[in-house]
């Protein structure tokens, strides 16, 4: 056998690498909004050609299966749903289109260009672990990621359906923790003290009136009065005279 011949037969054996999607978080917060970087290797790049991926938040059903993907007959809104999103570059970041490069539709490319080579980069903003997408009657379907896996989504853009770009990488979210709830303590109630009743002061007894110095001589100067006269009186009536009242 020619070894020209073997070679080219190895070579013609070894699988191409498949498109791989890398993540820089994927253990998100599922009360808030978080801004993911995503990056892609493998995929196949079409230069000049119309379109590229689009890139999304979203939920997949049987997604080891693969029976959500477009090109195996997958329809958005009934085996895929997504975070809903406009298609212009100042949107809330939760669709990217990343366009083949040189592609005339590179201007609306708010996820960048793809290189020849296959590998992208771009943000993602994941709103969070809920989101309202929209089933295939146009009715509004609320996502719970706590209860189904979600993840970020590459599938073909522009209605250009391609299984090679057709990708699922799941994401996580960690449990939001309940609030503790403090009780406020229960108000003892104080009891009133009754008022203490006010006394009636009892009259007081006027005080004796002073006995001073005064007082007292005026008393031993009536007694010596009243001894005067009578010895006047006294010594007149001896003498014959009569007393004088």
Known sequence: MNLALVVLSTILTVAAPGPQVTVDVTTLDAAAPTVVQVSGSGFQSVPGGFGGIYVLFGWVEDPAGGTWRPSAGGLTGEQLRYAPDVETAENAGHQRFVAFP????????????????????????????????????????????????????????????????????????????????????????????????????????????????????????????????????????????????
Request: charged share 10%.
């Open 102 to 245: 040189g592609s005339s539709t590179s201007v609306e490319a708010n996820g960048g260009e793809m290189t020849a080579e296959g590998t992208w980069a771009t943000s993602l903003t994941v709103p969070g672990s809920t989101f309202t997408a929209v089933d295939r009657a146009g009715a509004e379907v609320v996502v719970d990621c706590l209860q189904v896996t979600c993840g970020v989504i590459t599938i073909g853009a522009h209605g250009i359906e391609n299984a090679t770009n057709e990708t699922f990488t799941p994401l996580t979210f960690a449990a939001t923790e309940p609030t503790p709830t403090v009780s406020a303590p229960t108000p003892t109630a104080t009891a009133t003290p009754d008022p203490s009743p006010t006394g009636v002061a009892a009259p007081t007894a006027p005080a004796p009136a002073p006995v001073g110095p005064l007082a007292a001589g005026a008393a031993v100067l009536a007694a010596a009065g009243a001894g005067t006269a009578w010895v006047v009186r006294r010594r007149r009536s001896d003498d014959g005279t009569p007393p004088q009242t």
